[in-house]
């Protein structure tokens, strides 16, 4: 913080919106924010922003941002003090207490919880309490099919090889629109002017995508397969390097068996015979899989056009196949594998050695779907609730979870949720989710709490560390989050335990789990020993410091220069540890040490493709979702100065489309799927391909008791009430989001 005088200070702090982790300059007055600017000294944006960045100052002062937990009674939300909040928490949930209640009792933990410190890291407490072992989460309407593949070929979930793009001479972005998402399983503020400097520098950049975005537009080559088609156009990439005698694994041969696997099922994939399917010239196909073999260095990057599909995981699965067969994993230019600061699954226990990915453990009730990590799939969840039979539902915890919207069939989940004995939901807002509970726990702003990315570095394109304080102060009889959480457990185990116990025991049980491994400099220290020394941090911080401490770059394994909590907040800019380095093998946990590239689980669905690829396709139109740089996910909708512009939530179509079904500019018209119709606003634009239209996800916000003043008044049309809860990628149990059939009538 510095003081410019005049009464005005400046803070900097890391963005917690979205996944590009951007450093912010806030010029504040009192408790007044003044200005955001994007911070021109961090060490990985540089001075880079979005206009929801500088949103931060209005979003904390939002009328509707509930400052007080709020309790139903008789069918309206009242404002109470956290005491009554918590007791009417540990009454709701008396009748679900083990042994009776785990078998029925759910939690659901959606996206912010990825960018918080309170819900991320404490959200472990609140699930112990529980007891339960439903839980659900974002992740099976998002990037499950990478985590499913991260597992099968590297050992862990969060092993993740990102593009380096800072040093390519070629990318390939597949289903992938970082112009306004600002990228995601790829941290990297600014992916517009990273993209840019690919070109300045000589390199090229692809992008395939059916519709022209403002990325596709941006690219030097832009494929546009048929929605849905990419695993078979990635199957074709693959069959052309073996054809060609292209395949040259570098550095990382050693460590890759399964090339067989990999040749013998790309054999069904030559491009002539794919093209009818994908709608790509096979002589394209040709070329980009040359081009790839002959750059000094390239990457494929695929994200929610490649994961949220019929295919995600074969997709998912084949876009690190190609680095691999090009040579390209784990080599600078390449697609690399980050060595976060506070360390992950990757920089623990046994260097290249791990357990892999094991049979299920257990399985939903209605369709017997499979637990992956630990998880179960939300297109799943309504039905555990509605279908009656014993092990129904009945109590569940949403913390930063909007699933009526963000998920499958919202009129379904709307009806499951309604229908629940006990709802309690940790959120700012009365929204289309939170009108259904009984309890609301509202967080205190992105501005009152400290901020750290755990997660998020571990995915970034460079390594880098950067800690936030609090700008603002929490206000009186505010709770931070983690506080919440903490009371929260000991309001649904009823065990009257207070902040500072759960704290405790959350600390300990970190420690715990790092002690047993003989390369973890935890390892031998007692549990009251490495607590004293991070003495008197509490909460939050005392977590951070001891996951950066006992990290890679740690003070406890680096005797001279180590991190320590108290080095970033000597660095309010963030300190930069440096472009990517190779990692393998010892970046693996795999059971043989190897990187398998034909795990069985999916060779095993490579048929239902093949299969598809034989099935002629309907001449349905395929719905497909949009993101837009001024949105986030389902909120952010009530902040005035990001709702400004035109109507964002049309149905964007072809005009050859349009013109066939006698649609117009700007008409109202009618959409249906199988599960649902909506009236919502056509666009006719040739950004989008003839056979798919486009809607955003994340909109209605005009359902009875919604408290969003802001959002309500343009409430747009939620593409979720449209897509069916029982279409999965089978591997990884992900919702499909993209590539719905759909019928259009004017109206
Ligand atoms: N059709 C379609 N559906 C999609 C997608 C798509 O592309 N198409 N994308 C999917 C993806 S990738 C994702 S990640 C999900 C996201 O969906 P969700 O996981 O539901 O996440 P969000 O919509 O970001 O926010 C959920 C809730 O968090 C609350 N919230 C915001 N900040 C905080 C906070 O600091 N603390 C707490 N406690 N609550 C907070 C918001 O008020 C909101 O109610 O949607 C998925 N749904
Ligand atoms: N402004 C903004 N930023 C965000 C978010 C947001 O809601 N708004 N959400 C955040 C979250 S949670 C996430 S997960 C990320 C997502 O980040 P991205 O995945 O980059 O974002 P999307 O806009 O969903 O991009 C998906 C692209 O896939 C294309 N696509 C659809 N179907 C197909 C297909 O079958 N094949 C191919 N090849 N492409 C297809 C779409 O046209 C679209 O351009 O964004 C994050 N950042
Ligand atoms: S790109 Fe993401 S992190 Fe950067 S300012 Fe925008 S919302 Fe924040
Ligand atoms: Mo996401």
């Not at 000597?570 to 990692?583: A, F, K």
Request: negative net charge.
């Amino acid at each position: 913080m510095t003081d410019p005088g005049g009464g005005v200070r400046i803070a900097t702090r890391t963005c917690p919106l979205c996944e590009a982790t951007c450093g912010l300059s806030i010029q504040l007055r009192g408790q007044h924010v003044e200005r955001i600017s994007g911070d021109t000294q961090d060490v990985f944006s540089h001075g880079y922003m979005c206009p929801k960045g500088a949103s931060l100052g209005e979003l904390h002062d939002d009328p509707d941002w509930l400052r007080k937990p709020v309790i139903k009674i008789d069918g309206r939300f009242v404002e109470v003090d956290w005491d009554t909040a918590f007791a009417r928490v540990a009454e709701l949930f008396a009748p679900f207490r083990a042994p009776q209640g785990p078998a029925v009792t759910a939690t659901f933990i959606g996206n912010p919880a990825a960018h918080n410190l309170g819900s991320g890291q404490y959200h472990r407490v609140v699930t112990k309490a529980l007891a339960s072992r439903h839980f659900y989460s974002s992740a099976t309407v998002d990037h499950r099919p990478k985590e499913l593949v991260n597992a099968l070929l590297y050992g862990v979930p969060r092993t993740l090889a990102v593009p380096d793009i800072d040093r390519t001479d070629l990318i390939v972005l597949v289903g992938a629109n970082p112009y306004e998402s600002n990228g995601s399983l790829a941290t990297a503020p600014g992916w517009p002017r990273r993209l840019r400097a690919v070109q300045e520098r000589g390199g090229q950049v692809v992008v395939i995508d059916p519709v022209r975005t403002r990325t596709a537009e941006s690219a030097d080559w832009h494929l546009r397969p048929r929605v849905g088609s990419d695993a078979a156009l990635l199957f074709s990439l693959v069959h052309v390097l073996f054809d060609e005698d292209l395949v040259d694994l570098g550095a990382v041969a050693p460590y890759i068996r399964g090339l067989d696997g990999v040749r013998a099922a790309a054999s069904s994939f030559d491009p002539t015979h794919t093209a009818s399917f994908t709608g790509v010239d096979p002589a394209e196909v040709r070329a980009l899989a040359r081009q790839l073999s002959d750059a000094r260095t390239a990457c494929v990057y695929g994200r929610m056009g490649t994961t949220a599909t019929e295919f995600g995981s074969i997709a998912s699965w084949l876009i690190d196949v190609l680095n691999i067969l090009t040579g390209n994993l784990d080599r600078a230019g390449g697609s690399m594998f980050p060595l976060p600061a506070a360390g992950s699954s990757n920089t623990r226990g046994t260097p290249r050695f791990g357990r892999g990915v094991g049979p299920p453990g257990f399985h939903t009730r209605v369709r017997r779907a499979p637990e992956i990590f630990g998880e179960l799939p939300v297109g799943c969840l309504a039905e555990e609730i509605l279908e009656p039979g014993d092990g129904q539902y009945r109590a569940m915890v949403i913390i930063s979870g909007n699933p009526v919207v963000s998920g499958p069939r919202s009129e379904r989940m709307s009806e499951a949720l309604s229908s629940l004995d006990a709802l309690v939901a940790v959120d700012p807002y009365i929204n289309d989710t939170t009108r259904h509970a009984d309890v609301i726990l509202p967080p205190p702003s992105l501005l009152q709490r400290s901020h750290y990315d755990t997660l998020f570095y571990t995915w970034a394109v460079r390594n880098v560390a950067n800690y936030s304080p609090p700008i603002l102060p929490l206000r009186p009889g505010q709770l931070d989050e983690w506080e919440i959480m903490c009371r929260l457990a000991s309001a649904l185990d009823g065990s009257g335990r207070t902040i500072e116990e759960v704290d405790d025991e959350l600390a300990a049980m970190m420690i715990r789990e790092r002690q047993q491994d003989a390369n973890d400099p935890l390892y031998g220290r007692g549990v009251e020993d490495v607590l004293r020394s991070l003495e008197p941090r509490r909460g939050p911080e005392r977590l951070v410091d001891l996951m950066l401490r006992s990290g890679p770059y740690g003070e406890w394994s680096h005797e001279q220069g180590g991190l320590s909590l108290a080095v970033l907040e000597q660095n309010p800019h963030g300190v930069d540890l440096g472009p990517l380095q190779s990692r393998m093998p010892d970046v693996l946990r795999t059971p043989d040490g190897m990187v398998d590239i034909a795990p069985r689980m999916l060779i095993d669905d490579v048929d239902r493709l093949v299969q598809a690829l034989d099935r002629r396709r309907g001449s349905a139109l395929r719905l497909i979702g949009r993101r837009h740089l001024r949105s986030n996910n389902s909120w952010l909708h009530n902040v005035p100065s990001l709702m400004s512009g035109k109507n964002r939530a049309t149905l964007r179509i072809n005009p050859q489309d349009a013109d066939a079904l006698g649609v117009d500019d700007g008409q109202t018209v009618k959409l249906s799927s199988n599960v649902a119709t909506v009236h919502v606003v056509a666009e006719v634009t040739d950004r989008m391909p003839p056979g798919a239209c486009s809607l955003p996800h994340g909109w209605l916000h005009d359902a009875n008791g919604v408290e969003l003043s802001v959002a309500r008044l343009r409430p747009g049309v939620n593409t979720n009430r449209l897509t069916p809860d029982d279409r999965f990628d089978v591997p990884s149990w992900t919702s499909v989001l993209n590539g719905i059939e759909v019928v259009v009538e004017p109206c």
